[in-house]
């Protein structure tokens, strides 16, 4: 049974980094693609930034060059490293595995003085 469990959210101020991450079992996680997702109250969900099973990254517009997303094979994680964070950022965020197509519980990031 496939598994995404994230950790890491929680309240930051503004230009305050975090770092998220979404640990996965039940999946050959070194040959899957993962990606990290945010829905914010009253929107739909969107991805944020994803990574390939070899490390190529690709991120949304909006964090382009303030987060980070990374994966660790060994310990079947992935990571979201987010910097310079914004209140718009505000939002529960979701790992997903695009070869289970299962997504985590989510984390709630909130962003705010």
């Known amino acids: 049974q496939v598994q995404l469990v994230e950790s890491g959210g929680g309240l930051v101020q503004p230009g305050g980094s975090l770092r998220l991450s979404c640990v996965v079992s039940?999946?050959?996680?070194?040959?899957?693609?993962m990606g990290w997702y945010r829905q914010a109250p009253g929107k739909q969900r969107e991805l944020v930034a994803h990574i390939t099973s070899g490390g190529r990254t690709n991120y949304a517009d909006s964090v382009k060059g303030r987060f980070t997303i990374s994966r660790d094979n060994a310990k079947k994680t992935v990571y979201l490293q987010m910097t310079s964070v914004k209140p718009e950022d505000t939002a529960v965020y979701y790992c997903h595995s695009l070869l289970s197509n299962k997504w985590g519980q989510g984390t709630q990031v909130t962003v705010s003085s």
């Open positions: 039940g999946t050959m996680f070194g040959i899957d693609a």
